[in-house]
């Protein structure tokens, strides 16, 4: 086993056990806001459904995805304040004499978090359709959206590393978590683009997390079609690769002291 692969697996276990010391706000918190999604509000406004051209069956499909889309997002804040408490409590400092490639170490925290969030995306997609949601995806489809989910996890909560790198407070990643508000309402994860205003509409064409909750929401309603897909994977990688990038470097010049 490489230096590179031990790194990223020391990390990646360090990182599960950490959510296992605190399993309400790792596990359990993130699921909340998106079960409120498809048990609450699904329901509060099921009579949009109803509306002559309405791109899903009922409500509660429409919703299925989005509040898919927002459990990563609703999770990545532990990551980042676990980060910044380590980098405060002088980890760093414990592991500056060891041969430890920072990207390695990044790797490992956010593939961890990656399989912290599939339970709570089964658990939503498994509420919903006890609420009635209908999902064409079967199993090659669910196996996609898992993929897809993964891989917006990795890149979401990459920025949440960035910030703890940069600030090492975890008061300041703390107050970063909100920004999933915006980005989700500027998105088609709680209406179709064509119920909202035009200048939002504009947003939500560049807004990345439409790039993942349109695809995922195709997956589910008509099973794995490898246009949408590429779609998430792409624009997933590319925020992870290039924010990875930028914390490892700050993380390297922390290691250094520089």
């Not at 380590?86 to 925290?109: C, H, K, Q, S």
């Not at 339970?119 to 489809?141: I, K, Q």
């Not at 989910?149 to 975890?170: C, D, E, G, H, Q």
């Amino acid at each position: 086993m490489s230096a590179w692969t031990r790194t990223a697996q020391l990390s990646f276990g360090r990182s599960l056990r950490q959510a296992r010391r605190t399993p309400a706000l790792a596990l359990v918190f993130p699921v909340i806001p998106a079960l409120a999604m498809v048990g609450i509000y699904a329901e509060l406004l099921t009579s949009l459904g109803d509306l002559p051209g309405f791109p899903a069956p009922s409500y509660v499909d429409w919703m299925a995805a989005g509040a898919v889309t927002v459990v990563p997002m609703t999770g990545a804040a532990f990551s980042g304040m676990a980060l910044a408490a380590d980098i405060r409590g002088g980890y760093l400092e414990r592991i500056r004499l060891l041969p430890v490639d920072p990207l390695a170490f990044l790797t490992g925290r956010v593939l961890a978090d990656a399989v912290r969030m599939l339970p709570a995306v089964a658990a939503v997609l498994v509420v919903a359709a006890a609420l009635g949601a209908d999902y064409g995806a079967g199993l090659p489809g669910f196996l996609a959206v898992a993929a897809m989910i993964s891989l917006w996890t990795i890149a979401y909560n990459a920025l949440f590393l960035l910030i703890a790198v940069k600030t090492r407070s975890p008061e300041a990643v703390q107050a970063a978590f909100p920004i999933f508000a915006p980005l989700t309402f500027l998105s088609p994860v709680w209406f179709p683009r064509r119920l909202m205003p035009g200048w939002t509409e504009r947003i939500a064409d560049v807004n990345p997390v439409t790039a993942v909750a349109t695809p995922i929401r195709d997956v589910l309603a008509d099973g794995i079609a490898w246009q949408p897909v590429l779609t998430t994977v792409v624009v997933s990688v590319g925020v992870a690769a290039v924010l990875q990038a930028i914390t490892a470097r700050s993380l390297l010049r922390a290691l250094r002291g520089t």
